[in-house]
Each structure stands twice: as C-alpha cells, then as structure tokens.
C-alpha cells in the first residue's frame, strides 16, 4: 500500500497570507490527524478527523482549520499566518481500533 | 503542562550494546502508548506499541515496557545498530488509541557509535 502524502512538500509563505495544506492517507484509513512540529514545542496535535467529522481538537487558535472530504483525503487552512506559524506539518492517517499513526513526509512552511 | 517527559534530550550509545530510551507521563487515563522514530525531514516511522492492560510488548530488536504504578515507559534497543541513530519519540492517548490524538514528548536523539 501507498504510504500516507503530503503536498506541497515545502512552502513559503509571508505573514498575513493564507495557506492550505494537502494529505493523502493510506488506503481504507478513515481517521487523518495533523500535528506541527517546532523545535520549541515539539510534535504538538492540532485536529483529527474522521468520517469527515473532526472528532478530536488541539490548542490551537481558530486560524488553524481543516477538513475531510468522502474519500478520507484531509487539508488543513492556516489563515493570517503569523512568524511562529513556521514548523513542519505533519499528517497521520490510522485505521481506528489499536491507534497506530502513520506518518507522512510533512510539509515545511516557512512564514516570512 | 507537559503530559508526556522525556527527560534525557540525547543519549548515546556503542554498537552492539543496550539503548534505553525512558519516557514519563502524568496523566492516568492514557491507556495506550507508542514509540516513534524520527529522522531529519522526514516523517515519524511507527516502531511499537504497548497498551495498559500489558506490562511488556517485543517486536525484534525493541521492546517495550510499561510500569503504570509508576506512570513510566521505557523502549529498550538491543543490539543498537549505527542505523538506529535517529530521534525517538514516546507518544500517549487514551480510548485504547481509537482515536487519533496522540500526545508526544519532546524526543530523545539517539547515538549508535560503531
């Protein structure tokens, strides 16, 4: 099986631009989750959906959203970025019952 | 308020030897508890995981083991390769994992010299 994709693989972006991000997840996964990885804060969760519903929430503020479409594939939107919004983005796609994550590459944002 | 420690930011270790990598945490519902591997660019890489009704879990090479009483894990790598150099991530979650918002501590970076 394919592994879970990431694209844009690097980004750059200024503050008080937008940016959405794309993953792709294993084939037959339902949940997708996304985490940001700093080098300050580590791998940190921002949101999980599955079913196209977000099931679970991170503590991020609202400019970070996402969504799920039917065939489980997730994008995550980053408005008004701000300098610390810098980090890679990492997606993960599980199919459920014993919670194993599988990662993708990540995206690299860096915000001007 | 960090939930899941790893306090030791690098350890490092000879080829052929025991690496023991340790992972606290203090929330007492986290029933479900993973290892990740991490390299540079490059996405966490699943390597194993142990649930809170178990006390020791083995795949190859690693094993873990959990001490709830203690709220302490630890992966134990043996023999450590020069390949096994990378970070190392414990993660935690509850509901059994059924639900994909794991919680990681900050990593421990992992030398195999040869």
């Known amino acids: 099986k394919a592994g879970v994709t990431q694209t844009p693989r690097y980004l750059i972006k200024t503050r008080g631009q937008q940016v959405t991000l794309s993953c792709s997840p294993i084939s037959g996964h339902r949940s997708v989750s996304w985490y940001q990885q700093t080098p300050g804060q580590g791998l940190q969760f921002l949101f999980e959906y599955f079913s196209e519903t977000q099931r679970n929430k991170g503590n991020f503020p609202g400019r970070f959203s996402g969504r799920q479409f039917s065939n489980s594939r997730s994008e995550m939107n980053v408005s008004t970025l701000e300098l610390g919004d810098s980090a890679l983005y990492l997606c993960a796609s599980s199919s459920g019952p014993d919670g194993t994550q599988y990662f993708g590459p990540g995206t690299r944002l860096l915000v001007l | 308020d960090q939930q899941v420690k790893q306090n030791s930011p690098s350890l490092s270790v000879q080829e052929g030897r025991i690496s023991i990598l340790n992972c606290d945490y203090t929330?007492?519902?986290?029933?479900?508890f993973l290892w990740y591997k991490k390299y540079p660019a490059e996405g966490p890489t699943f390597l194993i995981s142990?649930?809170?009704?178990?006390d020791k879990n083995e795949d190859g090479r690693f094993t873990v083991f959990l001490n709830k009483s203690a709220k302490h894990l630890s992966l134990h790598i043996v023999p450590s390769q020069p390949g096994d150099s990378a970070v190392y991530f414990c993660?935690?979650?509850?509901?059994?994992?059924?639900?994909?918002?794991?919680?990681f501590g900050k990593g421990t970076k992992l030398s195999v010299k040869p």
């Open positions: 142990i649930s809170s009704i178990k």
């Open positions: 993660a935690a979650t509850r509901y059994g994992g059924s639900q994909g918002n794991l919680i």
């Open positions: 929330n007492s519902m986290f029933d479900y």
